[in-house]
């Protein structure tokens, strides 16, 4: 487990948590590249079937942030 | 926006005023300037960094912080080691894009404006001079500005609070308040700031958070004045979390050794000097105005008061001595976020009133080519990888995002621009587009929070729709986040490219949406709010119907005498209602009711019902002036014996006092309480008021004020300081030893327990007036007929405390006066010209444009459960009767805002949100794990 890499896909509400996000890369702070960003309009969209298609599909986990 | 500027001079008159503008060298192009940061990385000038409060530093070319509009480098000309010694240029060398200009000068402009609007801002107290509080010397004291900056995630230790003496983290921290505020003793700032005691119980609870349990802050105050919306709230719960008050002035602040530790010595609530150990000290220091406002408003020869602040009147509170200029936010008093917000909105609408006749004649509106039909056609997706100059291309490799990106379905272009966002790129993309006949395009480069309105108007230029378009966010969540490791970011480019080439290959054109906008306001309430509210409207050419529930105009103001800067009320009044009454721009209904209502903004259908009969009335805009009153209570004997009396009753009826030798004030009467947790803002002020009238009338008479904190904010302080010279006693009360007012047969019986003394006092006293609560309206009703929400107090709730202080949520309806919050004269009228500001937006267009991007119900698959109605924060969709097949969920685009809660909670998948449909995001999601 020492060197495992999870893929994370992170559903991000465009208004609050992107730009979080975004606002990190305009600092500079380093994080390790494991998350993969969907943008929403609200974390309120997010289904649960989609968090459930991420995991089928190859994903190691979900983050939903909003 | 002209930036690093000032004005040099202003002549002319409201409607045409020239401006001249003296704008300084910033030595950088701000349209090739990328913010991409290299400069400063390379900029080998260290700083120290102002808006950091000098904990940090910065480099010599710079944005102030990360947020800064417009977010362009500037060059510090007196730190820069090429202006200053000949020699480096590192920034040039190194730029991407070749922005430096070390040959910039500076222009004068010269502009051409009907109304000028003022907003130079504040100062905060220079603390220096105060040697008792040691700020200059003692490392561990510091100024409530230098520990927000300790406090900010973005600032100097990245949140992380720490002593500056040693880097410890403190475990006790003390907060002084009124530093440089209500003091005539060591400065000449006689006022109160305002929003000290706030922001220092919001710096304890945050530091409270950062620093865990144990961590004790404690506050030293005189009056802690929590008179905002939910303020009072706040500081209940810091009280709950452990913060600790302290109603006392330190006198002395002393290091007690070489660590940087602070003895603070005090005097108690029982007189007893005390002395006690904190790790910092932060001194909560009070406003000034700007000197560069101060300037700005001598070279517009305006006039200031005697503060220093900008001259306003409690009746016209935006507008300055000279006609066309107006003056918002902490340059024409001190107060905070939500009232600056409201002025700023305020002054915008009177700036409007005068310059009405020529609204619009400037706009230009852009035409685009007719769009091609291509929603139908295989997807030919054009992908343009963009290398950000090196902040892309120098961390992933771009040739293998784009070669990677070829290997992809549905790809029919791929390639790598310098600058994507460049003028020659975007009108080169629209040739490829062309020629290519893409009819999809992802864009792998920024973030579309910035940069999807640019690509999509270049797609748009193509023929293509604007919605016919992603973006792939490989700077700002990738290479800049992911710098040192090269490989991975490369490896999560392709991903993103990947994912959103995946859902671009499913989106589908969607046509824009425009609502038609009926050209009136409704506005309830026919109070000093309504009123304003709807004459701002009508002066500047929009008509508005006035709902007042009673039979006359005037509301709670019919009772009050004067403003707190002294200004006749009734005479205002009445003018106010004369102007209303005569303006063939207003409809006022007396006597009338709102008793339904449906619609969404530029279309409401409200029912009102007068006398009987029922009109329908169709208008683009809401404005609720629903007003408040004071309370009436059975609290110390009121209704029970006809001296005890409560707010203007006193004022109203002089006779009363005629032969009155002792009068009681009691404040919070009702307020501030279990029932009525809140503030009511404006009691202290009266009573003030009140005070001095009967002791400048007739000096024998003996006037108590028993209060439990006094809450006379921003200038009204004076009338405090007044007050205390003509002699009115103030005695503290708390709310576990309330006074005692009883009847006896020579007149009433105070009893109250005197902190300073330490005793028991009891007061003859032939007259007691109340300062009770003031009260919502029964608003629920109207709330429920718009679908508005109200606090527990039955308060409105704006769609943001701070920042959207008279929106709701919905669009098209604004709120103001009393039915937002206990407030003044001055701010209902600046707010009601706010809230009629924000519905001219609205009223001001024919057809306003909304966003596409909403929900659509199938109702072949919906069953009515009504779960998307209940969910939806913004009453954009209802439930219709579907003739006999029970009811149906109906969307209202022009209130729908996109967030999809419907979509996510509908059971049968009933609803899709355009241009976020389950296929289009799944498509990513999917795409995201391969």
Not at chain 2, 719 to 747: C, H, M
Request: with cysteine; proline share 5%; glycine share 6%.
């Amino acid at each position: 487990m020492e060197n495992f890499e999870p893929k994370i896909v992170a559903f991000l509400c465009n208004w609050c948590a992107y730009a979080g996000a975004d606002l990190a890369g305009v600092s500079r702070l380093q994080h390790p590249s494991f998350m993969r960003t969907v943008r929403v309009m609200c974390s309120g969209r997010v289904d649960p079937i989609f968090i459930i298609q991420a995991l089928k599909n190859g994903c190691d986990g979900a983050l939903v942030a909003g | 926006m002209i930036t690093l500027s000032k004005v040099t001079s202003i002549t002319g008159e409201e409607g045409n005023f020239t401006v001249t503008v003296k704008k300084y060298p910033r030595y950088v192009d701000m349209d090739a300037c990328i913010a991409c940061g290299t400069c400063a990385e390379k900029c080998p000038a260290k700083v120290v960094d102002e808006f950091n409060e000098g904990l940090a530093k910065r480099k010599a070319i710079y944005v102030p912080y990360a947020q800064a509009v417009p977010l362009k480098y500037a060059i510090d000309r007196d730190n820069c080691i090429y202006f200053q010694k000949g020699r480096c240029r590192a920034c040039e060398k190194f730029c991407p894009t070749k922005a430096i200009r070390f040959d910039d000068v500076e222009t004068d402009i010269t502009l051409q404006v009907g109304s000028v609007i003022l907003t130079a801002g504040f100062t905060p107290f220079n603390p220096a001079k105060f040697d008792n509080y040691q700020h200059a010397r003692f490392p561990n004291v510091v100024t409530s500005m230098e520990f927000e900056r300790i406090l900010s995630a973005g600032g100097p230790f990245a949140g992380h609070v720490k002593r500056l003496s040693d880097g410890v983290e403190p475990k006790k921290i003390a907060w002084l308040q009124c530093v440089g505020s209500r003091d005539m003793n060591r400065c000449d700032n006689p006022y109160c700031s305002s929003v000290c005691c706030m922001y220092a119980i919001k710096e304890s609870v945050i530091a409270k958070e950062h620093l865990g349990k144990d961590f004790q802050p404690t506050i030293f105050y005189m009056d802690m004045r929590t008179h905002g919306k939910d303020f009072e709230k706040y500081y209940d719960r810091a009280r709950e979390e452990g913060v600790r008050f302290i109603r006392s002035r330190v006198h002395t602040i002393t290091e007690v050794d070489a660590s940087g530790t602070l003895n603070l010595a005090y005097v108690s609530d029982t007189g007893k000097r005390v002395e006690e150990e904190f790790d910092m000290v932060v001194l909560s220091v009070g406003m000034e105005p700007a000197q560069s406002g101060i300037d700005a408003a001598n070279i517009l020869g305006i006039e200031l008061n005697p503060y220093r602040f900008v001259k306003t009147a409690d009746t016209s509170p935006v507008s300055t001595s000279r006609k066309g200029i107006y003056v918002a936010g902490s340059l024409q008093g001190c107060k905070d976020i939500p009232q600056s917000v409201v002025e700023a909105s305020a002054a915008a609408c009177q700036a409007s009133v005068s310059l009405s006749s020529a609204r619009g004649t400037l706009v230009r509106d852009k035409i685009f080519p007719a769009e091609l039909h291509v929603a139908a056609d295989t997807p030919r997706i054009g992908v343009f990888v963009c290398n950000c100059g090196i902040n892309i291309g120098g961390i992933a490799d771009v040739p293998a995002v784009a070669a990677y990106a070829k290997t992809l379905p549905h790809v029919a272009y791929v390639e790598e621009d310098l600058f994507a966002c460049s003028q020659d790129t975007q009108e080169k993309m629209v040739d490829v587009i062309k020629k290519e006949k893409l009819n999809r395009i992802v864009v792998a480069a920024c973030t579309p929070r910035t940069h999807e309105p640019l690509f999509q108007e270049t797609i748009r230029n193509a023929g293509l729709n604007a919605y016919l378009f992603e973006m792939a966010n490989i700077r700002n969540q990738c290479t800049w986040v992911h710098s040192q490791e090269k490989d991975k970011a490369t490896a999560k480019a392709k991903d993103l490219v990947r994912m959103a080439i995946s859902r671009a290959s499913l989106l589908e054109p969607i046509p824009d949406l425009s609502v038609p906008v009926s050209k009136t306001a409704l506005v309830i309430g026919g109070g000093i709010a309504g009123m304003t509210a709807a004459l701002s409207l009508a002066n500047q050419g929009f008509s508005a119907t006035i709902v007042e529930k009673s039979g006359i105009l005037g509301g709670a103001a019919l009772d009050v005498l004067h403003t707190w800067k002294g200004e006749d009320v009734p005479s205002y009044l009445n003018d106010l209602i004369r102007d209303v009454s005569a303006n063939s721009n207003i409809t006022v209904l007396l006597n009338a009711e709102v008793i339904d209502a449906s619609g969404f903004v530029g279309n409401f259908e409200t029912k009102v019902r007068r006398n009987d009969s029922i009109q329908t009335i169709l208008h683009g805009a809401t404005i609720i002036a629903t007003g408040g009153k004071a309370a009436r209570v059975d609290e110390y004997g009121y209704g029970k014996n006809p001296r005890i009396t409560r707010w203007h009753d006193l004022e109203n009826n002089p006779e009363m006092l005629a032969d009155a030798n002792s009068v009681v004030f009691i404040q919070c009467v009702g307020s501030r309480d279990e029932n009525r947790p809140y503030c009511s803002r404006i009691c202290c002020t009266t009573s003030m008021m009140q005070a001095i009238a009967i002791r400048e009338k007739s000096p024998d008479t003996s006037v108590f004020i028993l209060y439990r904190d006094i809450r006379t904010f921003g200038e009204r302080e004076l009338l405090y300081k007044k007050a205390r010279e003509l002699g009115v006693v103030f005695i503290q009360y708390s709310l576990d030893k309330k006074p005692v007012v009883t009847e006896t047969p020579d007149g009433l019986l105070v009893d109250v327990f005197d902190p300073v003394l330490q005793q028991p006092l009891q007061i003859q006293a032939d007259l007691v007036n109340l300062a009770t609560a003031i009260e919502s309206a029964p608003n629920e009703d109207i709330a429920g007929f718009y679908k508005l929400p109200l606090n527990a107090e039955k308060f409105f709730m704006e769609a943001h405390a701070k920042l959207r202080p008279v929106d709701f949520a919905s669009d098209g309806i604004f709120v103001c006066g009393l039915a937002h919050y206990p407030k003044p004269i001055d701010e209902s009228i600046a707010q009601a010209m706010a809230a009629a500001g924000r519905a001219a937006t609205v009223l001001s267009k024919t057809a306003i444009s909304v966003s596409p991007l909403v929900s659509k119900v199938d109702t072949g698959k919906c069953i009515g459960c009504g779960l998307c109605a209940e969910v939806c924060p913004f009453g954009a969709i209802i439930l219709e009767d579907a003739d006999g097949k029970g009811y149906r969920a109906k969307n209202i685009s022009a209130s729908c805002k996109g967030c999809g809660l419907c979509a996510a909670s509908c059971p049968q998948k009933a609803i899709e949100m355009l241009h976020f449909k389950d296929e289009q995001i799944l498509a990513a999601v999917c795409a995201a794990g391969r």
